[in-house]
């Protein structure tokens, strides 16, 4: 019978050493967990019962705030496309579009000089290419920030085709199936004869991964809205842009929200802040009625800049211009509302100086159930409401809030009957109107 070996003193201690370093390591991981996933989406996101928001696998709903960054996977390198997944991650956006070839014809080559596909050909992806991809990706998925991929755009028509579009479709969501955070997307032009390689390459998609990941497209060019094909059964939900027309977003979301079946309705391109090709200046002001005019019109938004898009020299800085600060201004103030995926587009709520036309508008919503009435008001202006529409026990409360900086301001309490009129606050370039119950 052999004797049992024991270690050494000095070996005991160098176990001893291991065993207390993994105890500290898994005391971190506890006590940074809550802080690091406390209320974050458990992700892939999925459309909610109602067709109306997004919810993660807990069923939670997720508030879709995104941002647009075309060229993440092609002129970025990977140490700045997690500088740019780090800042979105900071100023609450939960989305990221970004085209996996990059803006063009499909044939330009990466930051790092590789091309995605040998010979131009999408059945032939180039490894190198795609490895950078999976980095980028990882990235996203270490910072829990989804990323809305367009896998196809019209200007790659000529080498994505009707022939080849399923397997290709097929290849990339075998390679990302097992990657939570991720939706597809697709950019034709909003003509019927675009609608064949659509399907094929939504067929290639739920081939290749059985459903894990939402798909949408957006038509490019705008303006035009996604509802031409509302009712495929592979499309999760309607996207559109409407370029610099900003006397679009109503009409278009307004459009597309009433479309049975019901599914979600995202405003996914405007006019980027500070963008040069308009004809007149991109203010945050402009990005901010943006925003505010697709939630009020029970849609959501996706936010761009002009320097990240285009990857300008300045774009780091780009990364923290106001209109990127307001919208995680606005992404608190519709989490601060109790049940805020309730949202429901009323205009009636205002008995004088409602507005749907235009480029300035006054629009109203609220919660399903009365809980709480928003107005947004795009410019200076007076307005009155229905105080019987909301649900509160004899008082109403109401506040105003800036939307450059969040700040609150007490608009009073009022019963919840009859008509109240009210004004936005001198010297505030546009103004969101809060009425909730009155507490106490």
């Keep these: 019978m052999r004797k049992p070996v024991w270690c050494s003193p000095k070996c005991r201690r160098k176990v001893a050493g291991i065993f207390a370093t993994m105890i500290v390591l898994a005391l971190g991981v506890l006590l940074l967990a809550p802080s690091v996933l406390a209320g974050e989406p458990v992700y892939p996101v999925k459309v909610s019962p109602n067709g109306r928001y997004f919810v993660d696998q807990k069923g939670d709903p997720v508030f879709w705030l995104g941002t647009t960054q075309w060229q993440l996977f092609r002129d970025n390198t990977p140490e700045d ?8 991650k900071s100023k609450g956006i939960a989305f990221i579009q970004a085209m996996l070839v990059g803006v063009g014809d499909g044939t330009r080559p ?26 980028v990706i990882a990235c996203a998925r270490e910072h829990n920030v989804c990323l809305s991929v367009t896998l196809y755009h019209q200007r790659w028509r000529k080498r994505i085709t009707q022939e080849n579009a399923r397997t290709w479709a097929r290849w990339l969501a ?16 909003a003509k019927p004869e675009f609608v064949p390689v659509l399907r ?13 990941h939402l798909i949408t497209f957006k038509p490019d060019p705008a303006p035009y809205s996604s509802s031409f094909i509302h009712d495929e059964r ?13 006397n679009l977003i109503y009409p278009m979301v307004t459009k597309d929200y009433n479309l049975k079946p019901v599914k979600p309705v995202l405003m996914a391109e405007g006019a980027y802040e500070a963008g040069s090709e308009y004809g007149f200046d991109v203010t945050p002001l402009w990005v901010r009625r943006q925003a505010y005019y697709s939630y009020l019109c029970g849609g959501h938004f996706t936010y761009g800049h002009n320097d990240s898009w285009r990857m300008l020299p300045t774009w780091k800085k780009a990364l923290d211009a106001p209109g990127a600060v307001q919208m995680g201004v606005l992404k608190k103030v519709f989490l601060g509302r109790e ?8 205009q009636g709520l205002l008995a004088s100086g409602g507005n749907t036309q235009g480029d300035v508008l006054t629009l109203a919503a609220r919660h399903k159930d009365g809980k709480w009435i928003m107005v947004y008001a795009g410019a200076k202006t007076a307005f009155s409401i229905h105080m019987d529409k909301v649900t509160a026990a004899g008082q109403a409360k109401a506040s105003w809030i800036d939307p450059r900086t969040g700040e609150s301001v007490s608009a009073g309490s009022f019963p919840n009957s009859g008509v109240q009129a009210f004004s936005t606050p001198e010297g505030w370039e546009d103004a969101l109107l809060i009425l909730e119950p009155a507490k106490g």
């Design 81 to 88: 496309a997690r500088t740019i997944i780090a800042n979105v």
């Design 110 to 135: 990466n930051a790092g000089g590789e091309k995605p596909w040998a010979n131009d050909d999408p059945l032939t992806p180039n490894e190198a290419y795609f490895k950078n991809v999976d980095a």
């Design 174 to 189: 075998r390679r990302y199936k097992d990657v939570p955070t991720l939706v597809w997307s697709m950019t034709p032009e």
């Design 200 to 212: 094929e390459l939504a067929a290639g998609l739920r081939e290749g991964a059985g459903g894990s």
């Design 234 to 246: 592979w499309l999760d939900f309607d996207s559109m842009q409407v370029w610099k027309s900003l």
């Design 339 to 346: 049940e805020w995926w309730h949202l429901t587009p009323d």
